[in-house]
């Protein structure tokens, strides 16, 4: 079982930057692939960006390619999205998800485990 905790949402002009933190507990944290996904109202739970247990494979979606950036710190049990050049569409509840497969995944039907999401809302 992984639990998974969320941080550092919040409300950003457009144009500005959020730092988003997962930490993970209940798993060896190495051997997970991680992935962020966001909702906004309305919408389908959509992919955002993914990286792998040695964080040599990170994937995005097209249209954060260039503004987010996927991290991870395997000694901290933790991975990150930064978010800069942020825009209204960004705005949704953003979920952190753990993959017990190595490979990270785009599709949402791959996690095993989720957060519970942390708001972002960026005005315009």
């Known amino acids: 079982q992984v639990q998974l905790v969320e941080s550092g949402g919040g409300l950003v002009q457009a144009g500005g930057s959020l730092s988003l933190s997962c930490t993970a507990s209940?798993?060896?944290?190495?051997?997970?692939?991680m992935g962020w996904f966001r909702q906004a109202p309305g919408k389908e739970r959509e992919f955002v960006a993914a990286?792998?247990?040695?964080?040599?494979?990170?994937y995005y979606r097209d249209s954060v390619k260039g503004r987010f950036t996927i991290s991870r710190d395997n000694a901290k049990n933790t991975v990150y999205l930064q978010m800069n050049s942020l825009k209204p569409e960004d705005t949704a509840v953003y979920y952190c998800?753990?993959?017990?497969?190595?490979?990270?995944?785009?599709?949402?039907?791959?996690?095993?485990?989720w957060g519970q999401g942390t708001q972002v809302t960026v005005s315009s």
């Open positions: 209940g798993r060896t944290f190495g051997s997970l692939a």
């Open positions: 998800a753990a993959d017990r497969g190595p490979r990270p995944a785009l599709a949402r039907g791959s996690y095993d485990y």
């Open positions: 990286i792998g247990w040695s964080a040599s494979i990170t």
